[in-house]
């Protein structure tokens, strides 16, 4: 690796796989015959794989490869896979290839490694069978995994009657070494999602979670613990634990732990799970100097506090865990993050390396009688071992208008894709038929070899003899066989009725609208106007800065308002961001690519055209109604004080005992979930009050204390400064009265102390609750407004919750910042350069298209009753002025997403969906039960 | 050559002109590398990829997926991994 920014060298080791990737057509038949047994790596050594085999089921590319273990590679013996290959792609010859490649910028993306509990022996790991580590158990629960899904315990792989899981294992340890000091982030949640999951397995399973602290700090999870926790015979015990043995005979594992009804206890389980945490990937030291980059205190890459996908080195951009444990959301939004950075810094180069697609010129078939080709997919065995393949080709030969049908092993393959376009050519084919899989994944890809062959894509249907036929019925493979024909049959009917259909092209607006000018609206306006595009950003308030202005340090201690007046600084100064303050968005109004936006504003009124809209409109802090707030001037939020530490407020200087009070007015029944922020602020509040004056008293009482991630060392270097933690129960909130001792007046405060077992009394001079985060007022509106979704707690709701953490399901309308979730700062900015990336994937099109799968109003039908906006959930319908016959429904094609929900209300029937017409439909189901049967059915019912 | 041997493809500067030029625009350079085929790695190529880069995503695993591919199920929705 060598250069720099815009022009790097990096030289590649390609190991050979020794099978030729254009020849394998992933058909399995060299690992069925491949006599090299040995533990399988990806199912965490359980079960066994071969020296050749693919490396998982879904695994992209789907294709085999060889490895160490291959007896020809170790002593020149075997070579049975090559004599068993049909298409000759096993390849001794294929060497290492050292590539070199020149690149303008870098992302690292090389993820984590789970803590390996054997190193330490911990929790009987390596040294009992029945105790695994929680990536095993993700294994043994995968229908793909070793016992193709059946929960077995390795000692004598009988199903567990009795789980315990053990908690940040590896996480949260400083002594003995070999742990992390770090919090994992992701164990308590993922622990719950097993828990669940055994129990949907088998109810009767008991399980036990052995934790400390429940960390249900992410968007919804808190409502996920409430629904793992109260499952029947479910436990979750907060205690440390030790694994004191086993049972000679049935190898259960025996755990001590302590309660405070019961005091210490052995018990005994069938099977013990590790919640093992998250270390640096493997050989980080070895990466981090080959790429030149610091890493931190824990062996992550170090990043910038205020930009956590920027690396020590120019050009060097993390995503994902590399920059320490993050769950899977996160990581897709440093993902785009760190693109949209690579975007900024090679704005220049855009588009210089891509080729665009050509197409020939389409045929118009729509006259011609139908010449059909059935291409029926093996899938390797998935189909080809229930399904008698062959006997289907030659059923569809016999079905009207199929003139021509074929086998392939895998018709998703490329040379089997080229191949179906090539006889589309030659059989002159006007439709066709590829019976495989579900079109979810693949239908895109056969639509494009019709393209490829200069028919319309629309004349391409999938009849699913897969996840519908051969996946369900397996041991059935007589009537499976005939069910394939039938669906063939079916797809054969449809296919008659196609039609060729028009997507609609639409030219992108290359502008973006930001609503909300805090961290999260500013940082993102600016990544997309540094790629070259004009901003609008609009903020409600008459200053730029959000809820930011009321921070002034962070954990890390960066110096909030030096940072955030910075930020203001290049945002007026960016030639290409409008800003508007005072502003209010008084309508909008378009689709994807095409907005016009109202905007009323200090600079008066305003309209502007825009391709893409973000919504980081922020959030705001609950105002207490409990614990005296508003009574007594002595009790403030966590802000609040925070203001007051730093502003040297008199009343803070002199005071000798604080008391926090955690989680106000959120994990309730009003606000079911947990605000995040609140543990670390008061953690960052306490060790500031400490330092100011090391003898005063700090309290901080607590539900579960959630310093996730690195945070846990603040709340540790806390603890270790005298800052006291005292738990609550919400059953018992701390009692608040004013009074005076020993003449000085106080707030007493009292509350049970479960390790003690009484009550105890505190005398404090200032308190301060962590007030929630709630959402901001302005939310309704903006969700009228963009037609953007809410989740139960009122912030918005992005389109998936993993996958698509950074946009609306509204097309064109993006998310980042705390009105997703409540965040840390180094969270928000994540997430604004995340939305920039997806923007920028938007507005670097000149054009998008939209499907021609859309629903259409038969106007001469249509009764105005407007059922069918109704039921429209994207708006695509309004009542349209006609000419002959008045008011009547309209389609905006662009909005429509073709879902049919129209259809199935509209009494008349006169709304159609494109590609999916009742005719179309119907003759599937005729296809199905033909005519005799229906009639012989009635008359039986008779 | 024999299994395990190093098979050295030329230095781009070693060739002459015509030939570097063809290598540059067909064959190794791109606009950005990302190291690591896990969900995040993927993601950042496809978007890298939408907005008009050309990218080499490289893994050090016969198939890219990383550990997400091993996972069962993702919370807090419990949808399917892959």
Redesign the interface.
């Given at each position: 690796m060598e250069g720099e920014t815009g022009n790097?060298k990096?030289k590649?080791r390609k190991k050979?796989?020794?099978v030729r990737e254009d020849k394998c057509t992933g058909c399995n038949t060299c690992t069925e015959y491949c006599p090299v047994q040995y533990p399988d790596e990806?199912n965490?050594d359980i079960s066994n794989n071969k020296a050749i085999h693919?490396?998982?089921s879904?695994?992209?590319?789907?294709i085999t490869?060889i490895d160490e273990n291959c007896l020809?590679?170790k002593e020149e013996k075997c070579r049975i896979c090559e004599a068993v290959c049909q298409n000759e792609a096993i390849d001794?010859?294929?060497?290492?290839?050292?590539?070199?490649?020149?690149?303008?910028?870098?992302?690292?993306?090389?993820?984590?490694e789970e803590f390996d509990p054997k190193i330490r022996a911990d929790f009987g790991a390596g040294r009992y069978d029945n105790v695994i580590t929680s990536?095993d158990y993700?294994?043994l629960?995968?229908?793909t995994?070793p016992y193709e899904g059946q929960i077995l315990r390795p000692s004598d792989l009988k199903p567990p009657q009795k789980v315990a899981w053990i908690q940040c294992v590896g996480s949260r340890q400083v002594n003995p070494p070999g742990a992390n000091s770090y919090c994992s982030s992701v164990c308590c949640?993922?622990t719950?999602?097993q828990v669940?999951?055994t129990k949907e397995h088998d109810p009767e399973t008991e399980c036990t979670v052995f934790h400390n602290d429940i960390r249900s700090f992410?968007?919804?999870?808190e409502?996920?613990f409430q629904r793992a926790e109260e499952l029947p015979d479910v436990r979750f015990i907060r205690s440390y634990v030790s694994v004191t043995g086993k049972d000679p005979e049935t190898e259960n594992v025996i755990i001590k732990y302590t309660t405070p009804e019961e005091g210490v206890k052995e018990e005994e389980f069938d099977l013990v799970i590790l919640s093992v945490g998250l270390n640096p990937?493997p050989d980080v030291e070895g990466l981090a100097k080959k790429f030149g980059l610091e890493l931190n205190d824990h062996g992550f890459c170090k990043t910038n506090p205020v930009n956590p996908m920027e690396t020590s080195r120019p050009g060097f951009y993390v995503?994902?865990?590399?920059q320490g444990p993050l769950e899977?959301p996160e990581?897709?939004v440093?993902?785009?993050g760190?693109?949209?950075q690579?975007?900024e810094l090679?704005s220049y180069?855009?588009?210089d390396?891509?080729v665009e697609r050509v197409y020939p010129p389409e045929k118009d078939v729509s006259l011609e009688e139908p010449r059909i080709g059935v291409f029926v997919c093996h899938c390797g065995a998935n189909i080809g071992r229930v399904v008698n393949v062959p006997s289907t080709v030659d059923y569809a030969l016999t079905l009207p208008n199929v003139v021509y049908a074929q086998e392939q092993l895998f018709s998703c393959a490329t040379n089997s894709a080229e191949e179906i376009t090539e006889m589309i050519k030659e059989k002159d084919l006007n439709r066709v038929i590829v019976a495989a899989c579900s079109p979810r994944t693949l239908e895109m890809l056969f639509r494009d070899t019709l393209r490829e062959a200069g028919l319309n894509q629309y004349y391409y249907e999938m009849a699913n003899i897969r996840e519908h036929c051969s996946w369900v019925h397996p041991r059935q493979k007589d009537e499976a066989n005939q069910k394939a024909k039938d669906i063939i049959r079916m797809a054969v009917a449809r296919t008659h009725h196609l039609e060729p259909l028009m997507e609609i092209k639409l030219p992108v607006d290359k502008k973006a609208l930001v609503v909300g000018g805090g961290v999260a609206g500013m940082t993102c306006a600016l990544s997309i106007a540094e790629q070259g595009h004009q901003v609008y950003l609009v903020e409600r308030e008459t200053e730029l800065g959000g809820t930011a202005r009321q921070v002034y340090e962070t954990l890390e201690g960066l110096n909030v308002q030096a940072f955030l007046s910075d930020l203001i600084k290049k945002v007026y100064r960016h030639p290409l961001i409008h800003v508007y303050t005072g502003a209010e968005i008084t309508g909008t109004a378009g689709y994807i690519g095409n907005f016009t936006t109202k905007i009323q504003s200090t600079r008066g009124n305003t309209e502007v055209k825009h391709g893409a809209t973000v919504i980081a409109t922020g959030a705001d802090v609950y105002t207490p109604t409990e614990y005296l707030y508003g009574e007594d001037d002595r009790v403030m939020t966590h802000l609040e004080l925070e203001e007051k530490i730093a502003t040297e407020d008199e009343m803070i200087a002199g005071a000798e005992t604080i008391v926090m009070i955690q989680c106000v007015g959120c994990r309730n029944e009003d606000r079911n979930y947990c605000s995040r922020i609140c543990c670390n602020e008061s953690v960052k509040n306490a060790l500031q009050l400490k330092e100011k004056n090391p003898e005063r008293d700090v309290y901080i009482l607590f539900r579960d204390m959630r310093t996730y991630g690195y945070n846990e060392d603040y709340y540790r270097e806390a603890a270790g400064k005298g800052v006291v933690f005292i738990r609550y129960e919400p059953e018992q909130e701390p009692q608040l009265e004013p009074a005076e001792e020993e003449g000085r007046p106080v707030i007493k405060v009292t509350l049970p102390d479960y390790v003690l077992q009484k009550n105890i009394e505190l005398d404090a001079d200032v308190i301060a609750l962590a007030a929630a985060v709630i959402p901001s007022a302005g939310t309704r509106e903006v969700e009228n407004l963009f037609k953007v979704g809410l989740n139960p707690d009122g912030f918005f709701k992005e389109a998936h919750?993993?996958?698509r953490p950074l946009e609306f399901s509204a097309e064109g309308v993006y998310l980042c910042g705390i009105a997703h979730y409540p965040k840390m700062i180094s969270e928000t900015i994540s997430q604004a350069y995340g939305a920039a990336?997806?923007v920028?994937?938007l507005l670097?099109?000149d054009i998008i298209t939209a499907s021609g799968a859309i629903c259409e109003v038969d106007k001469n039908k249509c009764v105005t009753c407007g059922a069918c906006i109704d039921a429209c959930a994207y708006g695509a319908i309004e009542f349209e002025e006609t000419d002959e016959a008045g008011l009547k429904a309209a389609v905006n094609p662009v909005l429509c997403k073709g879902d049919g929900l129209c259809n199935a209300v509209c009494p008349t029937g006169a709304i159609q969906l494109k590609h999916f017409t009742d005719e179309e439909l119907l003759s599937q189901i005729d296809a199905v039960v033909p005519e005799e049967e229906v009639a012989e059915t009635k008359e039986t019912a008779v | 050559?024999?299994?395990?041997?190093?098979?050295?493809?030329d230095?781009?500067t070693d060739l002459n002109g015509e030939q570097l030029i063809k290598n540059?625009a067909g064959g190794?350079?791109?606009?950005?590398?990302?190291?690591?085929?896990?969900?995040?790695?993927?993601?950042?190529s496809l978007?890298?990829?939408?907005?008009?880069?050309?990218v080499?995503l490289?893994d050090r695993?016969?198939?890219?997926?990383?550990?997400?591919?091993?996972?069962?199920?993702?919370?807090?929705?419990?949808?399917c991994s892959?």
């Open positions: 790097f990096v590649l050979p796989r020794y990806f965490q693919i490396y998982y879904q695994a992209i590319p789907l490869y020809y590679l001794f010859n294929q060497t290492e290839e050292i590539m070199e490649i020149s690149v303008g910028a870098v992302i690292l993306a090389p993820g984590y990536m993700e294994r629960t995968d229908s995994g949640t993922y719950q999602k669940i999951l992410g968007k919804d999870f409502r996920f990937p995503s994902g865990a590399f899977i990581t897709v440093t993902a785009s760190a693109g949209s690579c975007g090679l180069r855009k588009g390396l891509s919750v993993k996958l990336g997806r920028l994937a670097s099109n | 050559m024999k299994p395990g041997e190093v098979k050295k493809l230095h781009p540059l190794n350079l791109g606009d950005v590398m990302v190291v690591g085929g896990g969900v995040s790695g993927i993601q950042a978007d890298l990829a939408a907005v008009g880069f050309k080499y490289v695993a016969p198939a890219i997926g990383g550990h997400m591919a091993q996972l069962d199920k993702t919370f807090p929705t419990n949808d892959m």
